[in-house]
């Protein structure tokens, strides 16, 4: 138990049996009446993110959630196996909780798993990832960099917008929030 005085962002809170993140948080004081705290609160399962306020010093029950550093192994199945770099545990996760992470997983990668009560609730991946291109149709002549785009195959099988002039076999830095195309990586 924690009360609202000791909000943070990125803490976890076990509000009516359903888990929220705290995205961002403000303690208020107004002028007349008491102090309360108003919260922007992420559902960890489904994502949907709802305002709620709350008044200073009020008991909220915080869960525990354990981000492991993990590492992606293989896909098996429906399931995508992951094994706790410390201790070489391996975990399978379905590919419901991986969502559009399974995206931009290659072998090997390193992960983030965070696991509540048995339970993995997500995987997180770095901001960014290097992925070739494993198809692109060509552009064509007198195609510029200030052009515009064409779609693009990942090495996972993911689909990009990049620009004109990128070819089949080229790295490419793609941000994993939301799969745009970042830079080259020469």
Do not use: C
Not at 25 to 32: D, E, T, W
């Amino acid at each position: 138990m924690a009360t609202t005085n000791d909000l943070k962002n990125g803490l976890v809170l076990n509000i009516d049996g359903n888990l929220w993140t705290v995205v961002e948080f403000q303690h208020v004081k107004p002028g007349k009446g008491p102090a309360f705290v108003r919260t922007k609160l992420k559902n960890v399962l489904s994502g949907k993110v709802v305002d709620k306020t709350f008044n200073a010093g009020l008991k909220v029950e915080t869960a525990t959630v354990d981000k492991r550093d993990m590492q992606y192994l293989y896909a098996d199945g429906e399931d995508y196996v992951f094994m706790d770099s410390s201790t070489y545990d391996q975990l399978n996760v379905p590919r419901a909780t991986v969502g559009e992470a399974a995206d931009f997983l290659l072998e090997n990668q390193d992960a983030v798993v965070a696991v509540h009560e048995g339970t993995v609730l997500y995987v997180e991946l770095p901001a960014s990832v290097e992925l070739v291109i494993s198809h692109t149709d060509p552009g064509l002549q007198g195609d510029r960099s200030t052009g515009g785009t064409k779609p693009a195959t990942l090495e996972t099988g993911r689909e990009i917008q990049v620009p004109l002039f990128l070819e089949t076999g080229t790295k490419v830095k793609v941000d994993t929030r939301s799969g745009d195309y970042l830079g080259r990586v020469s």
